[in-house]
T-cell receptor
Framework: NAGVTQTPKFQVLKTGQSMTLQCAQD?????MSWYRQDPGMGLRLIHY???????DQGEVPNGYNVSRSTTEDFPLRLLSAAPSQTSVYFC???????????FGSGTRLTVV | QQQVKQSPQSLIVQKGGISIINCAYE??????FPWYQQFPGKGPALLIA?????SEKKEGRFTISFNKSAKQFSLHIMDSQPGDSATYFC???????????FGSGTQLTVLP
């Protein structure tokens, strides 16, 4: 039981490049979320999904896209990377009727 | 708008002492209040959580105290140990998005 798996663990991008951060969970959880963590700001919600085919914006969605074609996968796409998107990104999931979220180990992204 | 305010930003405690971290929230629609523990290079992990219909919850050395009228809740770590050294985040779930809103985090250092 792997839980929530995020890839890659580290990534360096040049300004303007695009990339996809991968997130997969094997717990059959309906709810999945993407957060970014910046020093002194806690974790801020980017996008979330309440089930396959359903996504919605969080607090800081600009510059990011998501899709949820399967229950297991919830990729986060950076359309045109900017230095302000340098951050640590966490994916999380929880099951229907459960309260606790399980987090992945994160992707550290640097945009130069 | 920071809906969950956490203090202090950092905390240093001697081994065996009591660590106290405080959070205040604004949105009365929040109905679930978890605390997460994060070690360097890892994702946050659920430590303990409370719902607003109780005033206190204890799990081992960790206790949440909840004051609904003051819209405040706190984490108490009794007999703090060096292994408790980590960053702690309070959070609240509820509102229209039904997602977690995090505090800014507290870096706890327990001296041996």
């Amino acid at each position: 039981n792997a839980g929530v798996t995020q890839t890659p663990k580290f990534q360096v991008l040049k300004t303007g490049q695009s990339m996809t951060l991968q997130c997969a969970q094997d717990m059959n959880h309906e709810y999945m979320s993407w957060y970014r963590q910046d020093p002194g700001m806690g974790l801020r919600l980017i996008h979330y999904s309440v089930g396959a085919g359903i996504t919605d914006q969080g607090e800081v969605p600009n510059g990011y896209n998501v899709s949820r074609s399967t229950t297991e996968d919830f990729p986060l796409r950076l359309l045109s990377a900017a230095p302000s998107q340098t951050s640590v990104y966490f994916c999380a999931s929880r099951g229907q009727g459960r309260w606790g979220y399980t987090f992945g180990s994160g992707t550290r992204l640097t945009v130069v | 708008q920071q809906q969950v305010k956490q203090s202090p930003q950092s905390l240093i405690v001697q081994k065996g002492g009591i660590s106290i971290i405080n959070c205040a929230y604004e949105n009365t629609a929040f109905d679930y209040f978890p605390w997460y523990q994060q070690f360097p290079g890892k994702g946050p992990a659920l430590l303990i959580a409370i719902r607003p219909d109780v005033s206190e919850k204890k799990e081992g050395r960790f206790t949440i105290s909840f004051n609904k009228s003051a819209k405040q809740f706190s984490l108490h770590i009794m007999d703090s140990q060096p292994g408790d050294s980590a960053t702690y985040f309070c959070a609240a779930k509820g509102g229209s998005a039904r997602q977690l809103t995090f505090g800014s985090g507290t870096q706890l250092t327990v001296l041996p």
